[in-house]
Nanobody, 125 residues
């Protein structure tokens, strides 16, 4: 299995919280860099958060202070905890892992090879 199994998206009211989860194969989960992206009909896919094997993390500015990316290694699971959700957070969210040969990490999507199927997050006012 080269794709993540993604879950956790749903409709919530503004100010609420959600936690997205992605379970990957050992190969994809152990990529040097894994992350979360989101996409709307109005905007291209945008990096939200990324974490490398050393624990270094990047967040897009709107996510800072509200979103937390984390990993549960025994479960091969990547999480995105989203707090204080806003209507502008409404999007399809994707987890992703970089190709095994990359040794850098960030919010640039070009290096990400393995993708989850997407999980819709809808935040109402």
């Amino acid at each position: 299995q080269e794709q993540w199994v993604e879950s956790g998206g749903e409709s919530v009211q503004g100010g609420g919280s959600l936690r997205l989860s992605c379970v990957g194969s050992e190969y994809t989960y152990n990529s040097f860099c894994v992350g979360w992206f989101r996409q709307t009909p109005e905007n291209d896919r945008q990096g939200v958060a990324a974490i490398n094997r050393h624990g270094l993390i990047r967040y897009v500015d709107p996510a800072k202070g509200r979103f937390t990316i984390s990993k549960d290694n025994p479960k091969n699971t990547l999480y995105l905890q989203m707090n204080s959700l806003k209507p502008d957070d409404t999007a399809m969210y994707y987890c992703a892992a970089m190709d095994q040969y990359y040794r850098t990490c960030g919010l640039f999507e070009g290096a990400y090879r393995y993708w989850g199927q997407g999980s819709q997050v809808t935040v109402s006012s």
